[in-house]
């Protein structure tokens, strides 16, 4: 585990991670899971806040491992939820705070919103891997000039997904989209609209202005609206899947869990292309590194993993919101992962991290 940092606001690093405005309510929620008892082969709790305990779908030594993560990350409020892809039976969910973390959306969706405007863009045809961008400008925050002319600055679209090169998305978008595409694309993955549970969950909430400098900022990760931990899962659970939203069970039926497909909510070359571009994050991307070990060797040798990273900094009270949501392994998915860590100014380590040890745990114990 990384040591204590100090977390500071020189100019440069707050633009670098843009300061929002949106409070966090500090009312209690009644949704998700209360009183987890796990014991040596079943998981229990009460669902909702006059629910009797049930027994649940979770994994007894991977929720204490990512019980025991939480803990060890120290941030105020956090949560851990993953699943099993092909059936949707959750595995892990953890939380940590006033409230269940995994059924809120109280962070912003960041960076991962990317995933959404990726998807708008392949799904309509409006870029491939391939597709060259060049820019100048908007390394962190974006402003009107930057989505204008040639800059000097280029990536392919594959790379800047894994990369999360906000102007690439930002430019691409005002292009190509308006604000109905990112909202209708957000129903179809999770981060907006209910999600297929047999539990009590809240929706995302997405807030796309119509404006197109306001729509591009949005479609970048700035701006727009709150997302789940459940709903990030659910998003990357859908992509392993080829694009078909599994229902997502938590409450043991006594029987192996059954796999339940509601709907198809993207194209199998859609899901496909994405996985290939998230795969960028943890082998040269904004993952890089978390995935390395000290003596400089891959984590997870042998297994590819698809990821999407997102930070976000914001006021009342201060967080250093850090998100990480993926699946493994790429060419047969088992698990998908969602980390959200609501830091404060000190902080430990970041999602990424905390998503490699679940998933260095998963596959350990598989191992065995």
């Known amino acids: 585990m990384s040591s204590i940092r100090a977390f500071l606001f020189p100019a440069a690093l707050a633009s670098a991670l843009t300061l929002t405005t949106a409070g966090v309510s ?8 209360h009183r987890v008892r796990v014991t040596n082969d079943a998981a229990f709790a009460a669902v909702g806040a006059r629910g009797k305990p049930v027994r649940l779908t979770l994994d007894p030594d991977l929720q204490r491992t990512a019980e025991r993560l939480l803990a060890s990350a120290g941030a105020p409020e956090a949560a851990i939820v993953a699943s099993d892809v092909r059936t949707g039976r959750i595995l892990v ?21 990317k995933i959404v405007t990726a998807a708008a863009l392949l799904d309509g045809g409006h870029a491939s891997e391939g597709t060259r961008a060049c820019w100048s400008g908007g390394d962190h925050d974006i402003k009107p000039a930057d989505l204008e002319g040639r800059g000097s600055a280029c990536t392919t679209f594959g790379e800047a997904l894994g990369k999360s090169i906000n102007v690439v ?19 179809n993955v999770g981060f907006a609209g209910d999600l297929p549970i047999d539990v009590p969950a809240r929706a995302g909430r997405v807030e796309i202005p119509d404006d197109p400098f306001g729509m591009a900022r949005a479609a970048a990760g700035f701006w727009n609206g709150k997302l789940s ?41 859609v899901a496909r292309t994405l996985t290939r571009m998230l795969e960028v994050t943890t082998r040269r991307g904004t993952c890089v590194r978390a995935f390395r070990r000290a003596d400089g060797s891959r984590a997870l040798p042998g297994i590819s993993v698809a990821a999407k990273t997102g930070t976000l900094v914001g006021k009342r009270p201060a967080r250093m919101f850090s998100w990480f949501a993926g ?42």
């Open 26 to 33: 500090a009312e209690p929620s009644h949704l998700g899971l």
């Open 93 to 113: 969910w953890a939380s940590r705070g006033d409230r269940d973390y995994v059924a809120e959306p109280f962070a912003p969706s960041a960076s991962l919103f």
């Open 169 to 187: 998305f930002a430019r691409l978008a005002k292009d190509n989209l308006d604000s109905s595409d990112l909202r209708r694309m957000a129903e």
């Open 229 to 269: 931990p459940l709903g990030a899962l659910f998003a990357m659970q859908t992509i392993a899947n080829g694009g078909e939203r599994v229902r997502l069970v938590l409450r043991d039926p006594g029987v192996p869990v059954a796999r339940v497909v509601e709907r198809r909510a993207l194209s199998p070359h």
């Open 327 to 368: 699946f493994a392994p790429t060419n047969k998915p088992e698990i998908a992962v969602s980390v959200m860590l609501a830091n404060d100014l000190t902080w430990r380590t970041k999602a990424n991290v905390v998503g490699r040890q679940l998933l260095e745990a998963y596959f350990a114990d598989r191992a065995r």
